[in-house]
């Protein structure tokens, strides 16, 4: 069966293992996917592209992760949606400074990572190392304090602030921590400045359970005044560096709840 234009170019926003004509074994741009769980293939009259993640991924997580709508799985009269393209890319580097890998932001907006496999780009993250964003930084300040934030962008928003502060992220945001993370943070005092919305406060909270495990020094969760919704990136907008030291300083020191 032939498929259409707009569906085709919604086909290339994914990353295909394996093309069967009207059937495709897909890496779940939802979740961390290290084999293909997701099939999409053409409805019956060719209509429709149906999605389904064997992980439990929903429709919806999985057409926001590409940046579609759900009405851009139907074939119809309208524009197809645009080609994804690259519009900002954010390195990745060991403690040796070598690059491991990037998240890459597209337009319309979503986010991929690759790493370099004999000089070319490979769009999975199959066998990479996962490493905290600026861990470069994190080394080159060891007596500053460490602010976890949920994106690359809030990190260089932090940095040309000047604000006295080691930023830094891990791919793919909340709900993306790994005890690793938390491993090459021990004995640093860290700062947590969640996003104001259930999924960064319930990342906040995984974090600092988890950095309490590894021993960090301090733990402090720095919950700002903002909008629903809100980041570090918008506080910056009306804010300077010495409103988020006072912030920062203001913030209790975390403990678990039962602890």
Known sequence: MEICEKLANVIERFEVVRDEGDQWQIKCPAHEDRSPSMVAKLSDDGKKLLLHCRAGCSVDDICDAVGIGKADLFASSSSPPPKARVTQTYPYHDASGALVFEVVRMEPKSFRQRHKVDGEWVWNMKGVQR????????????????AVVEGEKDCLRLIASGVSLVPTTCAGGAGKWRDEYSAALAGRRVAIIPDNDEKGQQHARDVAGSLLLWGAASIRVVQLPLKPGGDVSDYLQ????????????AAQEWRPING
């Open 131 to 146: 490493v905290l964003f600026n861990l470069g930084g994190i080394a080159e300040k060891p007596d500053w304090p460490v």
């Open 238 to 249: 009306g804010h300077d560096a010495k409103d988020l030291v006072a912030e920062l300083k």
